[in-house]
C-alpha cells in the first residue's frame, strides 16, 4: 500500500489545531499575550514556532501583540496573534491601523462571554459583530469561522492564504467549544497544501511607490530592509505613503479599501449546506452550534421533517445571496447562536421578507443542544 493510505491522523484542540495550520501556512511569527480560552495556541507555538526558524514573543499586553504583530508582518513574515474576547477589544485600534495600512496578518479570536471579562472559561458567539465593525471607520474585513479541530487547521491556513492575496488583516473565530475540544485531526502532506504569498515589487526601488494603483486594487508592499524606502501611516494617504488631505483621493482610497474585499466576494465567501434541496424549514448555523444543527437535521429527516442547514465558514463577506436563495425557498429559518441575535439580524435583512427568521439565543455559557433546535423546528412545522 502506498503512502497516501496512511494519512497523519492526530488528536488535538482546535487551539492545537490553529497552531499547527499556522505553521503550515508558513506563519514565522506569533506575538500575544496568554487569555483564556485561546492560551494553548500561544502555548503551543511557543514551543513549535522556534523550531521551525519563526519567532515567538509574549508581549506586555494585547494592543502591543498586534502592534508588534503587524511590524513583523512588513519585514514580510507571516505574521499571527490570538486572543479572546477582553484582548480582542484591545486590539481594535491596531486592528484599524493593519486595515488602513493594508498590512497582511491573522488574528484568532476564541470567543468566550461578556461584556468586560464575562465568563472566561465558558462559550459564547458574542463577538460576531465585533469582528465586523470593532474597529472605527468605513472599512470591510474578512472573517473565517471554525466548527471542529478540522476546520480550524484548515481555516488558519486559508486566513493566511487571504491575508497574502488581499493584503488585508483576516480574522478567524472559534469559541471555547471548537478552541477546548480534543478530536482528530487529518493533517495533509506538505506538498498537497496550497500556499499564496503576497506579490513583491518590479521596479527598481527608485521607482517603487506602494500604494500605486494596480489592476486588481491590492497594493505591492515591499519588505522592509530590502533597499525598498516607504511611509506608512494610518491617516489617508497618497500613493507614496505620505499623508494627504485631498477631499477626492481620500475618497477614492476608502472606497478601494472596501472595493478590494467586496468585489472578490465570490473569492472569499465560502458555505456547507446540508440537506437543503428539498427542504421547508431552514437552518442557519456557524461555529459549534452548526453541530448541534446538523445533528438536529438528521433526527428531524428521520422523522420524515425536511429541515435543511446554511452553514457558513466565513461570516464576512457576509452570505446575502445565499440566505436569500434559502429564504425563497424555506417557510421559515431558525437562527440557533450563543448570543441573543447578532447574526439571525443579518438573516433577516438578507432574507427580504420571503421567509421569517426565527432567533433561537442562549448567553448563559452552555451550547445550544440538538433537542432545543428539534423543538423550535416542530414548532415551526
Known sequence: MGKDNFPNVRMMQGNQACAEGALAAGCRFFAGYPITPSSEIAEHLSVALPRAGGKFIQ????????????????????????????????????????????????????????????????????????????????????????????????????????????????????????????????IPDASKIELIDRKKPDVPPEEYKPYAETEDLIPVLANFGTGYKYNVTGLCHNETGFPINDNAMIEKLIVRLTKKIVSNRDDIISNRTMSLDDAEIGIFAYGSVARSAQSAVTRCRAEGIKVGLLEPTVLWPFPKDEVLEMAKKVKAIIVPEMNLGQMAREVELASRCEAPILKLGRVDGNPILPDQIVKMVKEVV
Open 59 to 186: 508581549m506586555e499586553d494585547e494592543i502591543a501583540a498586534m502592534g508588534a504583530t503587524i511590524g513583523a508582518s512588513l519585514t514580510g513574515l507571516k505574521s499571527l496573534t490570538a486572543t479572546s474576547g477582553p484582548g480582542f477589544s484591545l486590539k481594535q485600534e491596531n486592528i484599524g491601523y493593519a486595515c488602513m495600512t493594508e498590512v497582511p496578518c491573522v488574528i484568532i479570536n476564541v470567543m468566550r462571554g461578556g461584556p468586560s471579562t464575562g465568563m472566561p472559561t465558558l462559550p459564547a458567539q458574542m463577538d460576531v459583530q465585533q469582528a465586523r465593525w470593532g474597529t472605527h471607520g468605513d472599512h470591510s474585513i474578512i472573517v473565517l469561522v471554525a466548527a471542529t479541530a478540522q476546520d480550524a487547521y484548515e481555516q488558519t491556513i486559508r486566513a493566511f492564504n487571504l491575508a497574502e492575496k488581499y493584503m488585508t488583516p483576516v480574522i478567524l473565530l472559534l469559541d471555547e467549544i471548537v478552541g477546548h475540544t480534543t478530536e482528530k485531526v487529518v
